[in-house]
């Protein structure tokens, strides 16, 4: 498919941004079989991205369609990654409820992540490089997808959205935290689409936060929705993972983790002024491994290598969290009484200020086409093209919509 071209100079640069976006994302409607009639493709990361810039777009501009097109992608990614593949002898709902409990409680048995390949049977030969393209579950996927539907929740204002994300919460904590003897608890990287056994047994170094963050947020919405909804509490889950929390070990040179220290820190910094939650100073050691990862990146110029050899959706997804500095610095000055250290904080974003342009710079790069046709985008079209869309429009990942 062509690349989308960019050419609105009548419109504000604000109104150009939501005009890309929303083309970017009508070609992944079409494209995936969500819109045209196409062989259906889902994929749970992408998806998460895709739902909440769809709601995103919807409460800017008012376009109902989106909101539409998000709710129909919640139904088909439940429909499709919370069932058994077609090559797969089982059949139905992974969780084993029947079709009718299953509607019910699409995301109770989590959801597979979508790769090509069936999952690594029991015994089989552990393949690293292979593993990349075998399905099953991955916790930081099963986080996206519960942010997905919380913000279908606070946008619909239909607590079926954050029950289901708060039971697929529930469900991810049972089946991939660890309990090693003698040492600290984890979460366990990648698991079966059952949930009975480890395929990657090692932690992702921000797995326990991305938990810790957004089942807060659940919690939060849970309160404010329907205080007195059925579905787990998350109260164990949320000091579960906050006794797992090792903020020395979150540095990264990572440009995907480290757009998602940032945006936690966004989020956290929302739900703290909400007093939804205390400011435990996760916030503040989030902004300085963040800071630490960006002088690295400043000393080494990492980001000067031709578009062959760069993955545009780790580097967009850092464009995505700088994007987020603005919505951080409106946060601390709105309520700097419920941040323990309000004045550090302002003083870390100030430091983190000079690196907006990086940001600005990664999204425009790959906002042209002429970076779009290397191998490394098109065999990663639909995640780089959401994505995209997403530093254009951040707000629907962003933001935390307010429930009157």
Same mark, same amino acid.
């Given at each position: 498919m062509a690349a989308v071209k960019r050419t609105y100079p009548l419109y504000s640069d604000t109104e150009r941004r939501r005009h890309e976006a929303f083309a970017l994302m009508m070609h992944f409607a079409a494209r995936t079989g969500l819109t045209a009639e196409r062989p259906v493709a889902r994929y749970l990361w992408t998806d998460a991205f895709a739902?909440?810039?769809?709601?995103?777009?919807?409460?800017?501009?008012?376009?109902? &369609?989106?909101?539409?097109?998000? +709710?129909?992608?919640?139904?088909?990614?439940?429909?499709?990654?919370?069932?058994?593949?077609?090559?797969?002898?089982?059949? %139905?709902?992974? @969780? %084993?409820? @029947?079709?009718?409990?299953?509607?019910?409680?699409?995301?109770?048995? %989590?959801? &597979?992540?979508?790769?090509?390949?069936?999952?690594?049977? /029991?015994?089989?030969?552990?393949?690293?490089?292979?593993?990349?393209?075998?399905?099953?579950?991955?916790?930081?996927?099963?986080?996206?997808?519960?942010?997905?539907? !919380?913000?279908?929740? &606070?946008?619909?204002?239909?607590?079926?959205?954050?029950?289901?994300?708060?039971?697929?919460?529930?469900?991810?904590?049972?089946?991939?935290?660890?309990?090693?003897?003698?040492?600290?608890?984890?979460?366990?990287?990648?698991?079966?689409?059952?949930?009975?056994?480890?395929?990657?047994?090692?932690?992702?170094?921000? !797995?326990? +936060?991305?938990?810790?963050?957004?089942? $807060?947020?659940?919690? /939060?919405?849970?309160?404010?929705?329907?205080?007195?909804?059925?579905?787990?509490?998350?109260?164990?889950?949320?000091?579960?993972?906050?006794?797992? +929390? @090792?903020?020395? !070990?979150?540095?990264? $040179? !990572?440009?995907?983790?480290?757009?998602?220290?940032?945006?936690?820190?966004?989020?956290?910094?929302?739900?703290?002024?909400?007093?939804?939650?205390?400011?435990?100073?996760?916030?503040?050691?989030?902004?300085?491994a963040s800071l630490r990862g960006l002088e690295h990146h400043a000393r080494h110029g990492s980001f000067k290598q031709e578009p062959l050899q760069r993955l545009a959706f780790r580097e967009l997804g850092l464009a995505i969290g700088l994007s987020a500095l603005d919505l951080l610095d409106f946060e601390l000055q709105a309520a700097p009484q419920h941040f323990s250290d309000s004045s550090h904080l302002r003083s870390l974003l100030s430091a983190l200020r000079p690196f907006e342009a990086l940001g600005a710079e990664l999204g425009e790069f790959w906002a042209e086409p002429a970076n779009q046709h290397g191998r490394r985008w098109t065999e990663h079209l639909d995640i780089n093209e959401v994505m995209l869309a997403t530093s254009l429009v951040p707000e629907g990942f962003l933001m935390l919509p307010t429930l009157l």
């Amino acid at each position: 498919m062509a690349a989308v071209k960019r050419t609105y100079p009548l419109y504000s640069d604000t109104e150009r941004r939501r005009h890309e976006a929303f083309a970017l994302m009508m070609h992944f409607a079409a494209r995936t079989g969500l819109t045209a009639e196409r062989p259906v493709a889902r994929y749970l990361w992408t998806d998460a991205f895709a739902v909440c810039n769809l709601l995103g777009i919807s409460r800017a501009t008012g376009d109902l &369609r989106c909101k539409e097109l998000a +709710l129909q992608l919640i139904d088909r990614v439940h429909h499709k990654l919370g069932r058994h593949r077609v090559d797969d002898p089982r059949s %139905g709902y992974i @969780s %084993g409820l @029947s079709d009718e409990e299953g509607e019910l409680h699409p995301t109770i048995g %989590g959801l &597979r992540i979508g790769k090509l390949l069936a999952e690594r049977r /029991a015994g089989e030969h552990f393949d690293p490089d292979l593993e990349w393209d075998r399905d099953g579950q991955y916790f930081h996927y099963l986080t996206k997808w519960m942010l997905a539907l !919380d913000q279908a929740a &606070r946008a619909t204002h239909q607590p079926r959205f954050n029950l289901w994300a708060r039971e697929l919460a529930g469900t991810a904590h049972r089946a991939f935290r660890t309990h090693p003897r003698g040492g600290k608890p984890g979460v366990i990287w990648k698991m079966s689409i059952d949930l009975s056994r480890p395929l990657v047994a090692a932690m992702g170094q921000h !797995d326990p +936060l991305d938990g810790y963050v957004t089942t $807060a947020q659940l919690r /939060a919405t849970a309160w404010a929705l329907a205080p007195r909804a059925e579905g787990p509490a998350l109260d164990d889950e949320l000091a579960s993972y906050q006794a797992m +929390l @090792s903020p020395e !070990d979150w540095t990264t $040179a !990572d440009p995907l983790g480290l757009g998602g220290m940032l945006v936690d820190a966004t989020r956290l910094a929302q739900l703290v002024r909400r007093e939804a939650l205390p400011d435990l100073d996760v916030i503040a050691a989030l902004l300085e491994a963040s800071l630490r990862g960006l002088e690295h990146h400043a000393r080494h110029g990492s980001f000067k290598q031709e578009p062959l050899q760069r993955l545009a959706f780790r580097e967009l997804g850092l464009a995505i969290g700088l994007s987020a500095l603005d919505l951080l610095d409106f946060e601390l000055q709105a309520a700097p009484q419920h941040f323990s250290d309000s004045s550090h904080l302002r003083s870390l974003l100030s430091a983190l200020r000079p690196f907006e342009a990086l940001g600005a710079e990664l999204g425009e790069f790959w906002a042209e086409p002429a970076n779009q046709h290397g191998r490394r985008w098109t065999e990663h079209l639909d995640i780089n093209e959401v994505m995209l869309a997403t530093s254009l429009v951040p707000e629907g990942f962003l933001m935390l919509p307010t429930l009157l």
